[in-house]
Nanobody
Framework: QVQLVESGGGLVQAGGSLTLSCAASGRTVSSYAMGWFRQAPGKEREFVAAVSWNGGSTSYVDSVKGRFTISRDNAKNTLYLQMNNLKPEDTAVYYC????????????????WGQGTQVTVSS
C-alpha cells in the first residue's frame, strides 16, 4: 500500500508563489500517473493537475493553466506542483493522488489520497 505525504502549503499573498511536494513511500510510483486535487471549504474536491508516468503528458483544470506546473522526479518518488500568481480562489486543501495507471485518463479514477496540505491565499 502506498503512502502519500504532501508538504509545502502555507499562507501567501495574492500574486505569490508556492511549491507543493508529495513524497510517496511503500512502493515505487514511477509506473503510474499522479495528480493534484484540491478542496475548498464548503465545496467538493476538484481536479487540479495530473502528469503521466514518465512526465510526458500533463493535464490542468482551466482555472490554473499558465499559472501552475506539475512535475515529477521518479528517482525520488516525488510529485511537485509549482504554483505561481496565486489567487484567493486557489485557497484550499491540496491533495496528492495516484491513478495506478500509466496514463492520466479519467481523473475520477484517481485514488490513494494523501492527508493534504493547506494553501491559503490572502487578497
Amino acid at each position: 500500500q502506498v503512502q502519500l505525504v504532501e508538504s509545502g502549503g502555507g499562507l501567501v499573498q495574492a500574486g505569490g508563489s508556492l511549491t507543493l511536494s508529495c513524497a510517496a513511500s511503500g512502493r515505487t510510483v514511477s509506473s503510474y500517473a499522479m495528480g493534484w486535487f484540491r478542496q475548498a471549504p464548503g465545496k467538493e474536491r476538484e481536479f487540479v493537475a495530473a502528469v503521466s508516468w514518465n512526465g510526458g503528458s500533463t493535464s490542468y483544470v482551466d482555472s490554473v493553466k499558465g499559472r501552475f506546473t506539475i512535475s515529477r522526479d521518479n528517482a525520488k518518488n516525488t510529485l511537485y506542483l509549482q504554483m505561481n500568481n496565486l489567487k484567493p480562489e486557489d485557497t484550499a486543501v491540496y491533495y496528492c493522488s495516484l491513478s495506478y495507471r500509466p496514463l492520466i485518463g479519467d481523473p475520477g479514477r484517481f485514488g490513494s489520497w494523501g492527508q493534504g496540505t493547506q494553501v491559503t491565499v490572502s487578497s
